[in-house]
């Protein structure tokens, strides 16, 4: 079936750096990833949206100049987080489309000290 | 965009009970309403799915209902077992726009054993 790779399954860096967050396709060419972000005991938020090729389309509220998508392939997305502040911890998850199975990663877990 | 409500947010039952959790959407074009359960820390996993164009679909201990006319889906577990502890999210998508789901905020389910 459809695998989604995700790397680093978990970051700790420290406030003001970036952290590069990777997602790939394994078995099949993902046309479009959505990236989501999840905050402890919350729901799972639709930050951005990315097709192979062109600009992310970033959800109300997600400012782009923070999280920088780049789908420059049909098998790699990352999200840089920049200038990370503690407020940006949480768990990033990216999910590729079209996927069988509606295929998430593994997720990232981002703690920013 | 489309909004999904999910309730109730905190569920406990006995082993052996019957668990329903109930999901809202507000755009009528929807037409895909997957499932998650989501262990903690961990990538959601799809466990049931129904389209738009079926009313009732059952895996199992597990069962999806939906009505469109009223926009509200809900899940059905049967016979539940501590290992169905977790949290679950209902999820709706839009054709077209591949695995783009908005997300309910999650009922975290405990099985007593």
């Known amino acids: 079936g459809a695998v989604v790779s995700q790397h680093p399954s978990w970051v700790i860096c420290k406030s003001g750096t970036s952290v590069k967050i990777e997602c790939r396709s394994l078995?099949?060419?993902?046309?479009?990833m959505f990236w989501y972000r999840q905050f402890p005991k919350q729901s799972l938020m639709l930050m951005a949206t990315?097709?192979?090729?062109?600009?992310?389309?970033?959800e109300q509220g997600v400012e782009k100049d923070k999280f920088l998508i780049n789908h420059a392939s049909l098998t790699l997305s990352t999200l840089t987080v920049t200038s990370a502040h503690p407020e940006d911890s949480s768990f990033y998850i990216c999910?590729?489309?079209?996927?069988?199975?509606?295929?998430f990663g593994s997720g990232t877990r981002l703690t920013v000290v | 965009g489309e909004n999904v409500e999910q309730h109730p947010s905190t569920l406990s039952v006995q082993e052996g009970d019957s668990a329903v959790i109930k999901c809202t959407y507000s755009d009528s074009a929807s037409n895909y309403f997957p499932w998650y359960k989501q262990e903690l820390g961990k990538r959601p996993q799809l466990i049931i799915d129904i389209r738009s164009n079926v009313g009732e679909k059952k895996d199992q201990r597990i069962a999806v209902t939906l009505n469109k006319t009223a926009k509200h889906f809900s899940l059905h577990i049967t016979e539940t077992q501590p290992e169905d502890s977790a949290v679950y999210f209902c999820?709706?998508?839009?054709?077209?726009?591949?695995?783009?789901?908005?997300f309910g905020t999650g009922t975290s389910l405990t099985v007593i054993p």
């Open positions: 999910s590729a489309a079209p996927g069988a199975g509606y295929t």
């Open positions: 078995d099949f060419q993902a046309t479009t």
């Open positions: 990315s097709n192979e090729g062109s600009k992310a389309t970033y």
């Open positions: 999820a709706a998508s839009m054709p077209n726009t591949g695995n783009q789901f908005y």
